[in-house]
C-alpha cells in the first residue's frame, strides 16, 4: 500500500509511520502555550524528527472539546512562519523542489515531511504553495475548496471524521452503530474525493478518536480498525495524550496517559493502522518497530 503526498510517497506495505505534532496554538490541550514562538515551534520540530517521527503536523487551532474557532488572518499567523522556517532547515534536493513526486521511501529520509492541520481551505492552501506535502483535516475533507487545494497541489490528504464542531461535539455522542456510520463516511468522502480529481493514492482517513465521541465509541472504533479501510487507503490513528485515556484509567493525570498511548500504538498496528499522529515520538517509533518485527514473518520481513 502507497501513500502520495506531494513531495513524496510512501510504501506503508510492511512500515508504519510516526506523525509528530507541532501545536503552535495557546490552548491546545496537552501543550498549549509551549511552541507558540516560531524558534520554540522550529526547535521542537526538529526534535520530533530527530526522534523518528517521519512527518510533522503544524497546527494553529486548538480543536481540543470546547475550543473555539480562531479567525484565519491569526490561523495564517501562527502556522506559515513555521512552515517557511522548516522549508529552510529541511529544503530538498534541487531536482525533486516543485515536483508532485519525489523519492518513493520504505526507510527514514534525512528530512520529514510536513503536513498541515487546518480545516480552513486557505490555509491549507497557503501551506502547500509553501511546499507542505499533507492537508490534515479534521473538517474531513467535506469542503469543495479544500479537495480543490488538495487536489490543484497533488497533496496528500487525511479526513478525518467528526460528528459535530470542537464546541460541542462532546455534548451528548450519539450513535447506531458507531463504526459503520464512520465507514460510511470514509465511503462517501472518497467518493467525493475521487471525482473532483484527486488520485486515490493521495487519501487516508482517521476516524477521529474523541472528535464527538464517548468512551465506548473510542474504543468500539479501535478495536475495528481493520475494518475501517476503503478503497484500500491507509488509516490514521490519533489517541495520543487523550481524555478517555485517563477515564479507562481512571486518572486525571496528563502524564498518566503516555504509556497508554504508546499500547495504543501497538496495538492499532496490529489492528491494520499505518499512520500514528503522537506527541512524544520516541517511545511510539520503538513500539511500532517492535510491533511490526513481531507481525511480519520471516520471508515476509526478508521480501
Not at 234 to 258: C, Q
Not at 266 to 288: C, D, K, M, Q, T
Request: with cysteine; proline share 6%; glycine share 8%.
Amino acid at each position: 500500500m502507497f501513500w502520495r503526498t506531494a513531495t513524496r510517497t510512501f510504501d506503508l506495505t510492511h512500515r508504519a509511520l510516526i506523525m509528530g505534532v507541532v501545536n503552535v496554538t495557546a490552548d491546545s490541550f496537552s501543550d498549549g502555550g509551549q511552541f507558540v514562538e516560531v524558534e520554540q515551534a522550529v526547535a521542537h520540530a526538529r526534535q520530533l524528527a530527530a526522534e523518528g517521527a517521519e512527518i510533522i503536523d503544524i497546527g494553529g487551532e486548538s480543536t481540543r472539546p470546547g475550543a473555539a474557532p480562531v479567525t484565519e488572518e491569526e490561523e495564517l499567523r501562527r502556522v506559515i512562519p513555521v512552515i517557511a522556517a522548516l522549508n529552510e532547515i529541511w529544503r530538498e534536493p534541487p531536482l525533486l523542489r516543485g515536483g508532485r513526486l519525489s523519492t518513493l521511501n520504505s526507510q527514514p529520509s534525512t528530512f520529514p515531511v510536513l503536513s498541515i492541520d487546518t480545516r480552513k481551505p486557505a490555509v491549507a492552501l497557503a501551506a502547500l504553495r509553501l511546499g507542505v506535502g499533507i492537508v490534515n483535516d479534521v473538517g474531513g475533507l467535506r469542503e469543495p475548496a479544500m479537495r480543490e487545494a488538495v487536489r490543484e497541489h497533488g497533496a496528500g490528504a487525511i479526513a478525518m471524521h467528526m460528528q459535530g464542531e470542537p464546541q460541542t461535539m462532546q455534548a451528548a455522542p450519539h450513535y447506531a452503530d458507531v463504526t459503520a456510520e464512520v465507514r460510511e463516511f470514509f465511503r462517501q468522502t472518497f467518493e467525493a474525493s475521487v471525482t473532483c480529481g484527486i488520485a486515490p493514492m493521495c487519501l487516508a482517513f482517521d476516524p477521529g478518536i474523541g472528535f464527538g465521541k464517548t468512551v465506548e465509541h473510542n474504543l468500539a472504533l479501535i478495536r475495528n480498525l481493520d475494518s475501517m479501510r476503503v478503497g484500500g487507503r491507509p488509516v490514521v490513528l490519533g489517541v495520543s495524550r487523550k481524555s478517555f485515556l485517563s477515564r479507562v484509567l481512571g486518572s486525571t493525570a496528563l502524564e498518566d496517559r503516555a504509556w497508554p498511548t504508546v499500547a495504543l500504538t501497538s496495538y492499532g498496528r496490529e489492528r491494520g493502522a499505518s499512520v500514528f499522529r503522537v506527541h512524544a515520538v520516541r517511545p511510539n517509533v520503538e513500539a511500532l518497530r517492535m510491533t511490526e518485527a513481531m507481525l511480519l514473518s520471516p520471508d515476509t520481513a526478508a521480501a
